[in-house]
């Protein structure tokens, strides 16, 4: 719910197997007068979503609806076939139409609209980047055409991979759905000769779908800003690596059927796409690809090597590796184990880690406390793929949870996966 005043409010509903969302107008001192229908839509239908009604702080510091002159204001990402454009709608109650007041249409940059501040004048705060721009505050003025005031003047803290190529590449895969990643290669890199062929890490992770229009819809934007953070496959492409970042890993189940009842055959066909993809573009060397995630990433990455020979090695975060450890679902599966007990075993590693020869470097928090991936996911599945002889290394990092946070934990983390990249994957 979004109260507004006596007479209005918004109610939302949804219902996660059909991935249908709706929106409804209420009178909520009339009980008895119908809800109306504002949106009734596909909730991963990205390209059709109407926005974000605006709020405002009331007299007893709660959010509600932003009223004015019998008027709500939406604020929309704006994805589209074509790119990101956002905007700012106005939402009338009564004729329950439309009118956009304001629509970026940037192509260099990425424009995010935060807030409306002064409704009567027409004031926006946004925050606008690009690549190579540091992200800064701005009030817009979208009444009056391109009127930018500055807010801040924060400048490029990361120097050091200013100049390496990025781009967003769209591919498909075999079955025809679209599928994206962001590129990045070394500074410098000739990209007309291409005669130095690249090693590639793939970072990437897994989203379940119903349908293949919304799995094949891009939400990546060119113009945002390469900031690394502790997780980042980015760092590397100061090291001579090529990294497809953000890879699209749908996971589609359609009608009946349930995206987890082919989950490994979708998972490989989204690998061999994007190596595929990035191979076709003339920059890498096929031999040389590595793969990567955390969370449910790493559980993609330990199926990829178990169920596909495309990968030289493989970094897994804090994942988990045996299904009938979480036996009451996991990520978007809502059936339990004795429900389809050869789904969770076909999709477990560690049920498979006989197949599993590839080099993998296996990293935990000691102290994870999410319920899907206690450490002993890792400790157990170190333990069976040592066991069976195949070339894994655990790291644990102390007093660490789900994400990490001290720096000499993510120091380490990022000596690790480096020395394991360059002994297993570029030499």
């Not at 930018?148 to 079955?175: G, H, W």
């Not at 900031?227 to 189940?253: E, H, K, M, N, Q």
């Not at 349930?258 to 573009?281: C, G, H, K, R, Y």
């Not at 406390?369 to 655990?394: C, D, H, I, S, W």
Request: charged content about 20%.
């Amino acid at each position: 719910m979004i109260w507004g005043n006596d007479d209005v409010a918004i109610a939302y509903d949804d219902w996660y197997d059909t991935r249908n969302s709706k929106t409804y107008l209420i009178n909520p001192s009339n009980p008895s007068q119908a809800p109306k229908v504002i949106s009734d839509r596909n909730s991963q239908d990205i390209y059709s979503d109407p926005g974000n009604f605006e709020t405002v702080k009331n007299q007893y510091g709660r959010q509600v609806l932003a009223l004015e002159n019998n008027s709500a204001f939406l604020i929309g990402e704006g994805f589209t076939k074509a790119g990101q454009f956002p905007f700012i709608d106005e939402f009338n109650i009564k004729t329950l139409k439309t009118k956009r007041l304001y629509q970026c249409n940037f192509t260099d940059k990425k424009e995010q609209l935060l807030s409306i501040e002064d409704f009567k004048k027409g004031d926006a705060l946004v925050m606008i980047q690009s690549k190579t721009d540091f992200p800064n505050y701005y009030f817009r003025n979208f009444k009056k055409k391109n009127q930018l005031t500055a807010i801040t003047d924060f400048k490029n803290p990361f120097e050091s991979i200013k100049n390496v190529y990025k781009e967003v590449i769209k591919y498909q895969r075999k079955d025809g759905v679209e599928l994206s990643g962001t590129l990045y290669l070394p500074a410098g890199y000739d990209r007309t000769k291409k005669d130095k062929k690249l090693p590639l890490l793939i970072w990437a992770y897994p989203t379940e779908f119903k349908d293949k229009n919304s799995a094949g819809q891009n939400t990546q934007n060119p113009n945002e800003f390469t900031f690394p953070y502790y997780g980042s496959f980015v760092y590397w492409v100061t090291r001579g690596y090529a990294v497809l970042d953000d890879a699209s890993f749908p996971i589609i189940g359609e009608g009946t059927t349930e995206p987890n009842d082919t989950f490994i055959p979708q998972l490989v066909a989204n690998a061999e796409a994007a190596i595929n993809a990035v191979d076709n573009l003339g920059y890498i060397n096929k031999n040389k690809v590595a793969v990567g995630g955390h969370s449910y990433g790493a559980f993609m990455t330990a199926n990829l090597l178990t169920h596909s020979k495309l990968f030289t090695c493989g970094i897994a975060r804090s994942g988990a590796y045996n299904r009938t450890l979480t036996p009451f679902g996991f990520q978007s599966e809502q059936r339990n184990y004795w429900d389809v007990p050869e789904i969770y075993n076909t999709m477990s590693p560690f049920m498979n880690a006989s197949k599993m020869k590839t080099p993998l470097l296996l990293v935990h928090g000691e102290a994870d406390n999410n319920p899907g991936t206690f450490t002993l996911q890792t400790e157990r599945y170190f333990q069976a793929l040592k066991g069976l002889g195949a070339p894994v290394r655990m790291v644990l990092l102390p007093k660490e949870s789900h994400g990490y946070v001290a720096q000499e934990n993510i120091f380490h983390l990022l000596w690790e996966q480096d020395q394991f990249l360059e002994k297993y994957l570029k030499n």
